[in-house]
């Protein structure tokens, strides 16, 4: 592909000299000086040519490998004056959506969409769909702020936050990516074991030269990533499809799992497959991959068209993951879950008793074969056994299949995740190889020590997912908030701000995490025994108090100005609702306002409209 580049750049302009009879041309549109200049050299015997032939191929892939600069590199097709939508100008669009898709099919979705299946069956389907919209409207945010700004998310905030505040962002953000990169690696070694036998700390290790398909990828172009991306969702969609189509649920069933309901029994593992959904490391990246196509942000008109389509794209490929998970969540419902089981001491999965189970059971069961079955622990490491026991070894093989492709792909993401934040809030180039070297190495720590736990303790590879995603749950607001903050500010985004139900909607989501992960922290700390109660309540109110304080600093001037409207907001109604003209109304100085009489409808909407006209 570089190859091809250079010598379109070379032999093009040969071939249009020789055409115009002329060896002394404008060269302004080419990309670079260094490009005039071989360029200009062509009308020179061909050993000279062939030499600036092969010193363009020696220096631009060191420009690729040092580091990821996508930025501008597609134009895409415009809109027509009379058109309201084009597929054209779509396609030209698309591509960012799927790759932003891959980490809502990580390896950390496919454990809870299984643990949902088993252990409520369809009952948490509302769950699934009502968060994948909800990541819609903040993905559609995060596009936007990176299509309006021309920066995404890192840089804004070292640009907008104080020095102490974006070194914390940045702390948790790293954080995030290295908890997913250690589910990634886990679930590429399960994988392994499964298709190929290997032990699981030779896959783990193994892991470790898939870097190389990101860097041989990247020298491609953004397309080419993109395409890559597109063709692993494919691969997902055939192995958990096929599973699938081998038990499919009850229509019946399904619908009633859309309306909202969380049994007494469901309440952790709903809280898992929300927590399991929104990444903060997703937000990063795609404020940043849009970036890619490039747009002339002083025109209005271009930068709606684009946070349309964008969305669009978003929108897409959402819908597949979501169609995906629902498809892993409907295969174990169908073949594991049991009322006896949910409601035992430890909610738990119907699993029928095989050698490729050894988990302390919580009762016994009878499986959808009629089998005597046992209570048990289900997770990604020991799923497979579970399916080929029902579904034959066909199905645990294209089960292990969609794991790879997931594991592979989280990966990528997390690579690419990684070199922008690291470029955003360091302001520094790391190269590519140093940068999955760095991460993979922290990385394949705590997975190796799970493997080699895994044969004394059988869930430590599954519990390792697990406090993978408790890491993502608690790091997510901390990218979610600063894009409330960049999104509302009319200064930032101009006519291009956050309507005001999105506010509102992506606002009340965040305080729902935030105080979901408050609690989190009462129940794990709590919960270590060898610790006095009245010091493990101490430190779970001190986790809190510090959690509920470091993110309130992330938006602590937009709260305040938002407790002074709501403020003036409370003195309107108290005029509206004791005093009789506007003589009477005082201000906050004491003084009179203008002697003008109001009705209460008229002066509840003046109100209003002062309250909702300064969200931001």
Request: with cysteine; charged share 15%; hydrophobic share 45%.
């Amino acid at each position: 592909g570089v190859s091809g580049a250079v010598k379109n750049i070379i032999h093009s302009h040969s071939s249009s000299a020789k055409a115009n009879g002329e060896h002394s041309r404008s060269w302004s549109h080419l990309n670079s000086q260094e490009d005039v200049e071989i360029a200009q050299d062509i009308s020179m015997d061909s050993s000279v040519v062939q030499h600036q032939e092969n010193q363009a191929w020696a220096e631009i892939p060191v420009r690729y490998f040092r580091y990821v600069d996508n930025q501008g590199e597609i134009n895409p097709r415009h809109e027509q004056p009379d058109e309201t939508w084009s597929w054209r100008t779509f396609l030209s669009y698309a591509g960012p959506g799927f790759l932003v898709a891959i980490a809502y099919l990580d390896p950390g979705n496919l454990e809870a969409d299984l643990q949902a299946g088993s252990y409520t069956k369809y009952q948490l389907t509302w769950v699934l769909l009502g968060t994948s919209l909800i990541g819609l409207v903040i993905q559609g945010m995060s596009a936007r702020l990176g299509i309006v700004t021309g920066k995404h998310l890192a840089q804004l905030c070292r640009q907008e936050y104080s020095a102490t505040k974006w070194v914390s962002l940045w702390v948790m953000s790293e954080i995030s990516i290295i908890a997913s990169d250690v589910q990634a690696v886990i679930t590429s070694a399960v994988a392994l074991k499964i298709l190929f036998g290997l032990p699981l700390w030779m896959g783990c290790i193994l892991t470790a030269f898939d870097a190389l398909t990101f860097l041989s990828l990247h020298l491609l172009g953004i397309r080419s990533l993109e395409g890559f991306f597109v063709a692993i969702v494919a691969v997902m969609s055939i192995c958990f499809f096929y599973t699938f189509s081998l038990n499919p649920p009850s229509p019946v069933e399904v619908l009633q799992g859309v309306v909202p309901t969380i049994p007494s029994y469901g309440l952790s593992t709903a809280v898992g497959v929300v927590g399991s959904l929104i990444l903060p490391q997703n937000y990063y990246v795609h404020s940043a991959v849009v970036l890619s196509r490039k747009i002339d942000r002083r025109n209005a008109v271009e930068v709606r068209e684009a946070n349309k389509y964008m969305l669009a794209d978003a929108g897409v490929a959402l819908f597949v993951a979501f169609l995906l998970n629902f498809a892993v969540i409907s295969n174990f419902a169908e073949l594991f879950f049991h009322i006896d089981c949910a409601t035992a001491s430890t909610t738990s999965a119907c699993i029928a008793d095989s050698d490729g189970f050894h988990h302390h059971h919580y009762g016994t069961c009878t499986t959808q074969d009629n089998e005597q079955g046992f209570c048990q622990h289900i997770g990604l490491s020991d799923a497979d056994a579970a399916l080929e026991h029902v579904l034959g070894h066909t199905a645990g093989y294209v089960w292990a299949l969609g794991l790879l492709a997931s594991g592979q792909s989280s990966t990528m993401t997390i690579t690419y995740a990684g070199q922008f934040i690291n470029e955003g809030f360091g302001e520094f180039h790391i190269p590519l190889y140093q940068r999955i070297s760095l991460c993979r190495l922290v990385a394949l720590i705590p997975s190796v020590i799970a493997a080699v736990l895994e044969a004394t303790y059988p869930s430590s590879m599954d519990d390792a997912t697990q406090v993978g995603n408790i890491i993502a749950s608690i790091c997510v607001p901390f990218a979610i908030l600063p894009m409330l903050k960049f999104c509302t500010s009319t200064r930032l985004m101009g006519e291009h701000t956050m309507s005001v139900w999105s506010v509102y909607l992506v606002s009340a989501v965040t305080i729902f995490l935030i105080i979901l992960n408050c609690g989190l922290f009462f129940e794990y700390i709590i919960a270590l025994k060898f610790l006095p109660v009245f010091l493990t309540t101490f430190l779970s109110c001190l986790a809190s108090v510090g959690y509920l304080y470091l993110n309130y600093q992330m938006v602590d001037e937009e709260m305040n100005i938002l407790a002074l409207r709501c403020i003036d907001y409370l003195e309107r109604c108290y005029c509206c609702c004791f005093c009789t003209s506007g003589s009477d109304r005082p201000t906050r100085n004491g003084q009179k306002k203008s002697n003008v009489e109001m009705s209460d409808s008229q002066c509840l909407d003046t109100s209003s409209t002062a309250l909702f006209n300064g969200h931001q």
